[in-house]
Nanobody, 122 residues
């Protein structure tokens, strides 16, 4: 069972990136999928989550209006579109999955990707 995150990289402030997370080894079509991030020396931070159907989303206040989460048609892929990136968005970004309801607590998630590094230069 794997979640593979990709799409990170170096971008200038004000730029945009689209992260992808693909699941393999099992289906996550009935799972909530979410994105978290962790900056050096900081705790892992919830960013956004999407319900199994893709119809419900939830965002942290810190990224609301700039980040958008969505699921692919097969429901086993989740995306995070990020715009107007800021240097403080620099972090390793992780995708995660859980069964049940949307939750912002990282310990509620059972499956994690390996992370993809996003670096925003000023």
């Amino acid at each position: 069972v794997q979640l593979q995150a990709s799409g990170g990289g170096l971008v200038q402030a004000g730029g945009s990136l689209r992260l992808s997370c693909a699941a393999s080894g099992r289906t996550f079509s009935t799972h909530v999928m979410a994105w978290f991030r962790q900056a050096p020396g900081k705790e892992r931070e919830f960013l956004a989550a999407v319900s199994w159907s893709g119809s419900n989303t939830y965002y942290a206040d810190s990224v609301k209006g700039r980040f958008s989460i969505s699921r692919g048609n097969a429901k086993n892929t989740v995306y995070l579109q990020m715009i107007v990136l800021k240097p403080e968005d620099t972090a390793v970004y992780y995708c995660a999955a859980k069964y049940g309801l949307i939750d912002r607590e990282s310990y509620q998630y059972d499956y994690w990707g390996q992370g993809t590094l996003v670096t925003v230069s000023s």
